[in-house]
């Protein structure tokens, strides 16, 4: 009887044990989940991130390269991650001031409009709403920004127009 006992007490031990080492990774994450929540990240207002955004657009509109360079400079950190459909992530502004110009190639007189906006924390999601020179809307697709500590922006992933039905 004393042999059943002692194993029952080992396994016991045995259990207390384990729960021990399955809970101290669960406080260690707990515990720095918290310190993560407790930094107050960049938070942008629905309204600041249409603000910045129609600015961006104001470059993405003028005709003027250095318009668009020094608004670009306001509003997008030199080492923004860019991706579009055409292009994988790209660090830096070269390449959307280029993409200002191929759009002005493409679309003559054309030009963009804020469609909506939702925000939470340092991210928001915006509609783009492509007009074309004779004032027909051409396109609606969206952009994910998120904004830095800077209050510019850090991060646009450009989504094309999206559909209904999926190909």
């Not at 608004?71 to 055409?86: G, S």
């Not at 280029?98 to 003559?108: K, L, N, V, Y």
């Not at 939702?118 to 915006?126: D, G």
């Amino acid at each position: 009887m004393i042999v059943p006992n002692l194993l029952l007490g080992n396994r016991a031990l045995g259990v207390a044990m384990m729960a021990n080492v399955i809970l101290l990774p669960s406080s260690a994450y707990a515990q720095q989940v918290q310190q993560t929540t407790r930094k107050n990240p960049m938070v942008v207002t629905k309204r600041q991130a249409w603000d910045l955004y129609a600015k961006l657009h104001t470059a993405w509109n003028s005709e003027s390269l250095d318009e668009r360079r020094r608004i670009a400079a306001e509003v997008l950190d030199e080492n923004i991650e860019y991706q579009t459909v055409r292009h994988d992530t790209t660090i830096g502004r070269t390449l959307v001031i280029e993409d200002m110009a191929t759009f002005h190639e493409r679309f003559p007189g054309g030009h963009f409009e804020v469609g909506d906006v939702s925000a939470h924390h340092n991210v928001a999601l915006l509609t783009w709403v492509l007009i074309q020179a004779d004032g027909k809307e051409f396109a609606r697709g969206g952009d994910q920004i998120t904004v830095g500590d800077n209050g510019k922006i850090i991060k646009i992933t450009t989504f094309g127009p999206s559909t209904k039905t999926p190909d």
